[in-house]
């Protein structure tokens, strides 16, 4: 395997010392400025300033139950008393970030550490010593997936191939390009803007550059044209949430790209996280977010008038629209 | 017929003492200015920088020969140098318009008004006011064929619509849905920003607000997620370039509305001008506009870094996509 270069969207947080960090990914590229964060309401309000998102949100998840547990004081190890305050202690943490952004799976994840505590105090085990193991076995273990899933990206990634990418899609499409480029692979990369955001912007074409890797930056508005003039030959977009059925939620426009690919015969891979935990996508909740997100850039109001704004944050593509999956902690042998 | 309230993007602009006065949209909302311009470089510059676009442009190109024949000094009437003088002065006007901005037919405008010069010529008449009274019927004439376009517009829109508009159709469909509440009919309107230059946020939503309709602002973006929800019922977007076949060409992003439009089996209606000086979609010329529209927000740069941009103006979108054309000149009773 060719030596990967890291993106710092690939992993963008740390914990140490009790203190998380966390990229502030609204100041990207203009400054890789780290949050620290020291609470479970500093987490939760990171994740729901939308500070961090995509995988970042994920580490913040887990890594705020590493954090709390830290500070968390039981007289005795094994004490019935001790065990149902650190049980009520992880209950809490698992509620409040739940329900930090409504479109997010976290309920899968925080249930995951939910169940360990309770296996823990079934077992008569130490429940701090063993959630915190475990939470830092799953973190190595979606470590290696989420690896394992850039080499993948890169083999379906062709010479000559010309890709329409969607948002961000923290690091990994910018590291199985980096690879391609190492194999001598000659691609190109279209990103949307992604309005209102500028994730695309902000973040692929800047971690795509820094890469090494020929980006162009296109107004969201741009895909019919592109596919017409035979510009794209490959739409690869992440997933913020996976369904049982294979729809998927994503940053809204994914939907719009994926009928427009459909109609142009041009091939669309989705990097997912198959979960069996909703059915279909008609029971993804979608975040409605603040017209005022739409309304304004950089704190400032754009237009003046009395004009209202509609900004869901996501939408639900049906699986019937995606060539390939693209899923974590698949081998693409098997 | 209901009295129509005018759309100050209806007819923004105006002759007079051989000063042309053009509103600058770049401004709107923020400030109802009127450029004032005096001569045929500035006429090219206002319409190369697209202070005015769309219909304000046609009326530039009308205007600046109305404006730059009063200039020209002749020493008699029916002199053939003269004659020849003012021939060649309406060509170089002719010029110098058609190439300010590519993908517009200023050519079929312009080649009216030098036709009238050569008829004028073969005929013995006084060239400057042949042209000048031809170019004043021809206005009066698109002027009272917008009106009724307007409530043709009116009639397509029933109690209850929700439509999508892109961009900015020059006051008709504000018009239009003025009348409609008029007429009591309950609607709603989505505007695109259309991206790069938001000329949905700015214009659209701001005359349609001014109109009293009901208007919400979305991200281009958002077009895929409003369909699946059954939110939009319509669409009803301009064209800046119509084809014999049909085909035609608008903003950039109106190509890919279309697609999905027909995927949600959400009828889309187009107001045309038939031409029969270009064939099809295919001979239309695309104008790729500067790669820093797209990079900079109002004169600064949003993104540090290498990011490279590309921003076609328009696209062209297939007649087979179009569920219905309301014409220019054409009674909805023919």
């Not at 820094?210 to 596919?227: F, I, P």
Request: with cysteine.
């Amino acid at each position: 395997m060719t030596k990967l270069k890291e993106s710092p969207l690939f992993w963008p947080a740390s914990l140490k010392g009790g203190v998380m960090s966390v990229l502030d990914e609204t100041q990207v590229p203009k400054n890789l400025h780290y949050i620290k964060i020291k609470t479970l309401k500093g987490a939760v309000n990171v994740i729901h300033n939308m500070k961090t998102r995509a995988f970042g949100q994920f580490l913040v998840v887990l890594y705020t139950f590493l954090m709390e547990l830290e500070k968390v004081k039981v007289s005795k190890k094994t004490d019935f008393r001790s065990q149902e305050k650190v049980l009520n202690k992880i209950k809490k943490i698992a509620h409040d970030l739940n329900k930090s952004r409504p479109t997010f799976p976290f309920s899968e994840v925080t249930g995951i550490i939910v169940r360990w505590a309770v296996m823990a105090i079934d077992s008569g085990l130490d429940i701090k010593t063993f959630v915190k193991k475990n939470t830092e076995g799953y973190l190595e273990s979606i470590r290696a997936k989420r690896l394992g899933r850039v080499q993948h990206i890169a083999e379906v990634i062709q010479d000559g191939d010309c890709i329409l990418t969607h948002c961000n899609v923290s690091g990994e499409l910018a590291m199985a390009a980096n690879i391609c480029l190492k194999e001598k692979k000659d691609i190109h990369v279209f990103a949307t803007e992604t309005r209102p955001y500028f994730q695309g912007a902000k973040l692929t074409c800047w971690e795509l550059s820094e890469m090494g890797v020929k980006v162009t930056l296109v107004a969201d508005n741009a895909v019919g044209s592109l596919m017409s003039d035979g510009l794209v030959n490959k739409v690869i977009v992440g997933s913020d949430r996976s369904c049982a059925n294979g729809d998927f939620a994503n940053k809204i426009g994914t939907y719009q790209i994926a009928v427009v690919a459909e109609h142009f015969g041009v091939p669309m891979y989705v990097l997912t996280q198959p979960s069996d935990k909703i059915r279909s996508g008609r029971d993804i909740p979608i975040e409605i977010r603040k017209a005022d997100e739409l309304l304004k850039f950089e704190g400032k109001k754009v237009f003046r008038g009395k004009v209202d704004g509609f900004y869901p944050g996501f939408d639900v593509v049906p699986y019937a629209l995606i060539t390939k999956t693209i899923p974590i902690g698949v081998n693409e042998n098997e």
